[in-house]
């Protein structure tokens, strides 16, 4: 049973550049959470998507945008890089059918460096 | 969602039972406590869940008090690889709360 996978795991882009960052979710699950690490912080919510539509957004600007595609796997584009924007990046999938208080099960991140 | 207080650090004996505290103290009735490891260099690793009941799988228990303002996630046989921070979370189950929040965890070093 696949858990979460992510790809790449490492990218090195320079500012100003677009970088886009995909995810696939753990067999039989249909919603899909992003989330920034920054180095020695908590993970930060990004955004979720579920059913192809983003239904929640946490405190990130426009610059970074995601897709959710038929198969439940996603898709995660930041546009405008910028130095701060190096951080680890975390997909997390979820059963939304599964009832309440379903857990999000994490990938193993990618690591974005900006120079 | 409630917040959530965690020792910054502990530390615990190979071998040993670790029991790592978290207080949430404003939790309310439908929100969950979750509980994640994060080994150094790795994504998140869920552990545990529960609403009231004292919870139990293969990585470990968690005890929730009859009031719910606080929980305890025990290892029962700390290893090496238990090495990781900590996070307790406590979510809100129902619609339009679909967020983790993570605060800062407890750093547990096992010690040989």
């Known amino acids: 049973d696949a858990g979460v996978t992510q790809s790449p795991t490492h990218l090195i882009k320079t500012r100003g550049q677009q970088v886009t960052l995909r995810c696939s979710p753990k067999?039989?699950?249909?919603?899909v959470s992003w989330y920034q690490q920054a180095l020695g912080q908590g993970p930060q919510f990004i955004f979720q998507y579920y059913e192809e539509e983003e239904r929640q957004r946490g405190n990130f600007p426009d610059r970074f945008s995601g897709h959710q595609f038929p198969n439940y796997s996603s898709e995660l584009n930041v546009n405008a890089l910028l130095l701060g924007d190096s951080a680890l990046y975390l997909c997390?999938?979820?059963?939304?059918?599964?009832?309440?208080?379903?857990?999000?099960?994490f990938g193993d991140g990618t690591r974005l460096s900006i120079l | 969602d409630a917040k959530t207080t965690q020792p910054t650090s502990m530390d615990c004996a190979e071998g040993r039972a670790a029991n790592l505290p978290c207080n949430h103290s404003?939790?309310?009735?439908?929100?969950?406590v979750y509980w994640y490891r994060q080994i150094h260099s790795q994504g998140p690793q869920y552990i545990i869940h529960g609403l009231k009941n004292n919870e139990t799988n293969e990585m470990a228990s968690l005890i929730i008090t009859e009031d719910r303002k606080s929980s305890t996630l025990i290892l029962p046989h700390a290893t090496l690889r238990d090495t990781a921070v900590y996070y307790c979370?406590?979510?809100?189950?129902?619609?339009?709360?679909?967020?983790?929040?993570f605060g800062k965890g407890t750093k547990l070093s096992v010690i040989p």
């Open positions: 979370i406590v979510k809100y189950s129902g619609a339009g709360s679909y967020q983790l929040t």
């Open positions: 997390a999938s979820s059963l939304a059918r599964g009832g309440p208080g379903q857990p999000q099960h």
């Open positions: 404003t939790i309310s009735g439908n929100e969950y």
């Open positions: 067999s039989g699950h249909d919603t």
